[in-house]
């Protein structure tokens, strides 16, 4: 029966990260996923009043981050399937851009996308 079902590392990847970086490097990317999620929440509800947009692509972000994370153990796509890694990347990299607006001051994270500032690094 083992003949008809060989191993492979590429399983998911849990496997892989297992094989490669061990439980420390593994429990790492994993927090990595559960960081984003909770930090894309709590942006979402704290900017729902004052800036609507971001909020609601603090939603995105979180719904992306969940639907990348279900990964870890399913399969091994977010680490050897270019646009899962790319939409991650994209949701980790838009909580962190939009948190660090949005410490600034209440309202930067709003003026910041309304003026562009996404798109220039002088603004």
């Not at 990595?32 to 942006?43: E, N």
């Not at 971001?54 to 972000?61: C, P, R, T």
């Not at 979180?62 to 890694?85: C, E, H, K, M, N």
């Amino acid at each position: 029966e083992a003949r008809k079902h060989p191993f492979q590392l590429q399983v998911s990847t849990a496997s892989a990260l297992l094989w490669d970086v061990g439980l420390l490097g593994t429990g790492c990317f994993a927090l990595l996923f559960a960081f984003g999620f909770v930090q894309a929440v709590r942006l979402a509800n704290r900017l729902a009043d004052s800036a609507p947009l971001q909020s609601g692509l603090m939603d995105i972000a979180a719904v992306a981050i969940a639907l990348t994370s279900v990964g870890l153990i399913y399969d091994a796509s977010s680490l050897f399937v270019a646009p899962v890694q790319m939409l991650s990347s994209w949701a980790f990299g838009l909580v962190a851009l939009v948190a660090a607006f949005a410490r600034q001051a209440p309202d930067s994270a709003a003026a910041a996308v309304s003026a562009g500032a996404f798109r220039s690094a002088k603004a």
